[in-house]
């Protein structure tokens, strides 16, 4: 069964830090990008970073530059996110998606999404 699994979601105060994990099973990491998505309680999806297959090129949503780093590492099949200096906006539920070679704004174009995992930033 190919699937994604989020790990490291829990409630931090601001100015935390927190590192989620995105591992991969049924399939490998290699030839996909991986975004990192984020949905807070009634707003919509956005698109927070994305790392491509090599490692060489990410990117990042203005919000969360400076802050979070975006990085993976093949060989345990897994992408993770650093997240700094954590602010209550960036609470949501945060997801991990993989696409073939290239990333993309667009959630949809997405092939394999995970459960997701609750991040909470509140003192």
């Known amino acids: 069964q190919l699937q994604l699994v989020e790990s490291g979601g829990d409630l931090v105060q601001p100015g935390g830090s927190l590192r989620l994990s995105c591992a991969a099973s049924g399939f490998t990491l290699n030839n996909y990008a991986i975004g990192w998505f984020r949905q807070a309680p009634g707003k919509e999806r956005e698109g927070v970073s994305c790392i491509r297959p090599s490692g060489g090129s990410t990117n990042y949503v203005d919000s969360v530059k400076g802050r979070f780093t975006i990085s993976r590492d093949n060989a345990k099949n897994t992408v993770y996110l650093q997240m700094n200096n954590l602010k209550p906006e960036d609470t949501a539920v945060y997801y991990c998606?993989?696409?073939?070679?290239?990333?993309?704004?667009?959630?949809?174009?997405?092939?394999?999404w995970g459960q997701g995992t609750q991040v909470t930033v509140s003192s």
């Open positions: 998606a993989a696409l073939r070679y290239y990333c993309s704004n667009l959630g949809r174009a997405y092939d394999y």
